[in-house]
């Protein structure tokens, strides 16, 4: 199986300046730094990190909505990192994005048959007939009803805003699919729904999504590779039963301790590793691994000095830590079972 | 006798579009001590409840009924007088936003010394101590030099601690805590759960917790309500709800969960969205959901009935037997992937 989108060596650096008529530079926000990963085809990477470790930045840079500072991004083999805007015009189709905000993704003056047709328009596909066509049959294809065609956004509930968001996404058969916390905003009944959509629509168009999100539950459950970020940088790598069943970053442990569990006896029995203060800022992070001054394992004159690469420490898995989870280690190397992504293509 | 007590509290709003029920007769009580969790979904009534309770409501366009007694006081109808001197001393309110209910342009030291002046006799020195041992109280690092600053130089978590530190300033017997994690990162929400978790130990306050969040319900709640379009549709202890739930809805929650520790290929999901509360559907308000739905739910409320014990209140026409059994299925189903 071929991958869809490769990122070498990703960074991201915003520039801080002062100065109003002679501006220079004085530092960077380092948002995304140094990343590295693949997308196969029909696959799910599901993105996990919390607020400030550069998960939007990074989606953004992959569908070019940023320059990205260095590295190279090649989608579906073709470099796309520099090519002009010109160049990127029939690339743009093949990617396309789901946004948080339902209720500020879309254009509150413009009908829903106009929002779900302009990535047909700007495209140029189809005469306005066939893009009417298009259009009812894509709200019928997210569970809407092709005659709310006239209305307006205001009209729709949450839920079905994010149903219109994913129609438009779909409209112009994208490979890839970038989407950006597609259900927080939700109620969980409703997320529910939008996450048995995006799977079964997946199924049916043979999809590559690249799911961002803060909350581990859903990354799980509809990812089939979890890479967690902290401060800009990927921590760890896994397939998602893996990384849940066997963290390997003692911040992955802390993360998934986080995580309230709905189920009142789990949550008396396991003991929550709580992690003190806060996400370092980005622009000075800490020397060494980024996560030392938080990291229960942290060993001094080692995790502040030197940072960790991302290497390979399971096949399959990539982890970047000098002292990772006690419990990773214990465990024998496991079987590899088939790859988990073997049976999607 | 219950420090609150609330019997079938009812809230309308006049809206341009008709009025809006937004809560139809809640009751339940708390003690000293316990943590209640009320969960729902946008819309369900569980923060116009609790503003009820605390008299926040604009009365220009609220219209309030039933009874809320805190401590031998009655709290509906009473006038601001008697309302200024138990908020904020003895019940305080944290909200889930803090970037907003936190003033931008005043100190946090001046906001935290405004809480007590406005309701105790002392000088401003006393004040600024009282607000120095708040901040420590919440494990706010260097307290003393953060009181000048503002809150925009506050971290998310760091604000909602502030929050924290100004409800419990005065040492309240309750606190509501209106969402007080949503807008926060997990790891920040674990720090916030806990410290909240210990200020309970420490000062024996009763604490109601309004969330959307089970899991949040299932690690701080003795107690829960389960609210659907202004009515309470269970209410039982958290192990009984969690592992016997009886109405639907609740099965629909849990269902719909993703869940770590599980592997499912489909969610369970409820269809269709929450009603509107302007015009709520007739007989039971979840039917036009409820894959359950019987020719009795389109037409009369089912009433607020014991299930097992008479902790556990449930509103549903269907027969136990059916409960039970579908209770079982469900819970056993996401306990059986998670093994």
Redesign the interface.
């Given at each position: 199986m071929s991958d869809l989108l490769v990122v070498e060596n990703l960074k991201k650096y915003f520039p801080i300046t002062r100065g109003i008529v002679f501006q220079k530079q004085v530092g960077a926000v380092q948002a995304v730094d140094d990343v590295s990963f693949t997308v196969k085809r029909g696959e799910t990477l599901g993105i996990v990190g919390?607020?400030g470790c550069g998960k939007s930045t990074l989606a953004r840079c992959l569908l070019r909505l940023l320059d990205p500072t260095s590295g190279r991004i090649i989608f579906d083999d073709r470099d796309i990192t520099t090519i002009s805007r010109r160049e990127m015009r029939p690339i743009r189709r093949e990617m396309m994005m789901v946004f948080q905000d339902p209720y500020a993704s879309l254009n509150a003056r413009k009908r829903v048959g106009f929002i779900v047709a302009e990535p047909l328009e700007v495209n140029n596909m189809g005469t306005p007939a066939e893009r009417k066509r298009r259009v009812q049959e894509l709200l019928e294809v997210v569970g809407l009803n092709p005659e709310h065609y006239n209305r307006f956004p205001h009209e729709f509930?949450?839920?079905?805003r994010q149903r219109i968001g994913v129609a438009r996404a779909l409209a112009v058969n994208p490979k890839l699919i970038v989407c950006d916390e597609p259900v927080s905003a939700l109620?969980?009944?409703?997320?529910?729904?939008i996450?048995?959509l995006l799977?079964d629509l997946q199924r049916e168009f043979g999809l590559t999504y690249v799911f961002i999100a803060?909350?581990?539950?859903?990354v799980?459950?509809?990812s089939n590779r979890v890479m967690v970020m902290y401060l800009g940088k990927i921590v760890e790598e896994a397939s998602d039963?893996d990384l849940?069943r066997l963290p390997y970053h003692p911040y992955t442990g802390?993360?998934?301790?986080?995580?309230?569990?709905?189920?009142?006896?789990?949550?008396r029995q396991r003991k929550?590793i709580?992690?003190?203060g806060?996400?370092p800022n980005p622009i000075n992070p800490p020397a060494g691994c980024r996560f030392h001054p938080r990291c229960p394992n942290a060993i001094e004159g080692t995790c502040d000095v030197i940072e960790p690469p991302l290497v390979e420490v399971r096949p399959g898995r990539r982890g970047a830590c000098h002292n990772p989870l006690q419990s990773f280690v214990e465990a024998p190397a496991p079987q590899r079972e088939s790859d988990p992504t073997a049976a999607l293509g | 006798m219950a420090l609150l007590e609330v019997e079938n509290l009812r809230t309308q709003f006049r809206t341009d579009d008709g009025v809006v029920q937004a809560v139809d007769g809640v009751s339940f009580a708390i003690e000293r001590g316990k943590t209640l969790g009320i969960v729902g979904?946008?819309g369900s009534g569980k923060s116009v409840t609790c503003l009820t309770v605390m008299g926040l409501n604009d009365p220009r366009n609220t219209m309030s009924e039933g009874s809320a007694v805190f401590d031998g006081i009655e709290l509906i109808g009473a006038g601001k007088d008697r309302l200024n001197k138990l908020r904020g001393v003895r019940m305080a309110m944290i909200f889930q936003d803090p970037m907003t209910s936190l003033n931008p342009v005043k100190t946090i030291g001046w906001q935290l010394e405004e809480a007590v002046l406005a309701h105790r006799d002392a000088t401003r020195k006393e004040a600024r101590a009282n607000a120095v041992e708040a901040l420590r109280d919440v494990a706010i690092p260097r307290a003393e030099q953060r009181l000048g600053d503002y809150p925009h130089q506050f971290?998310?978590?760091?604000r909602q601690r502030v929050m924290i530190a100004m409800a419990l300033i005065n040492d309240p017997d309750l606190i509501i805590a209106d969402e007080p994690t949503t807008a926060l990162?997990?790891?920040?929400?674990?720090?916030i759960?806990?410290l909240m978790n210990r200020l309970q130990e420490e000062h024996g306050m009763a604490i109601i917790m309004i969330t959307?969040?089970?899991?949040?319900?299932?690690?701080v709640a003795e107690d829960v309500i389960v609210m659907y379009g202004g009515q309470v549709v269970e209410q039982a202890p958290?192990?009984e709800l969690?592992?016997r739930p009886r109405h639907p809805y609740t099965w629909?929650?849990?269902?719909?969960?993703?869940?770590?520790?599980a592997?499912?290929?489909?969610?369970?999901?409820?269809?269709g969205?929450?009603p509107s509360l302007l015009r709520p559907p007739k007989g039971c308000r979840f039917h036009p959901r409820c894959t359950y739905a019987m020719d009795i739910c389109r037409n009369e409320l089912p009433p607020l009935e014991a299930a097992s014990g008479p902790a556990h209140l449930q509103r549903c026409w269907l027969d136990d037997e059916t409960k039970k059994r579908e209770a079982a299925r469900i819970v056993g189903a996401v306990h059986e992937v998670?093994s």
């Open positions: 919390e607020s509930s949450g839920g079905q109620d969980v009944s409703v997320q529910a729904q996450l048995n799977k803060h909350d581990l539950n859903v799980r459950h509809i039963s849940y802390a993360l998934l301790s986080a995580v309230p569990v709905p189920d009142p006896e789990l949550g929550a709580v992690l003190e806060d996400v | 979904e946008s971290s998310g978590g760091m990162d997990v790891t920040t929400q674990a720090q759960l806990a959307h969040d089970l899991g949040v319900v299932a690690e958290v192990d969690f592992y629909g929650l849990l269902g719909s969960l993703p869940r770590l520790n592997e499912v290929e489909r969610l369970v999901q409820i269809p969205q929450p998670a």
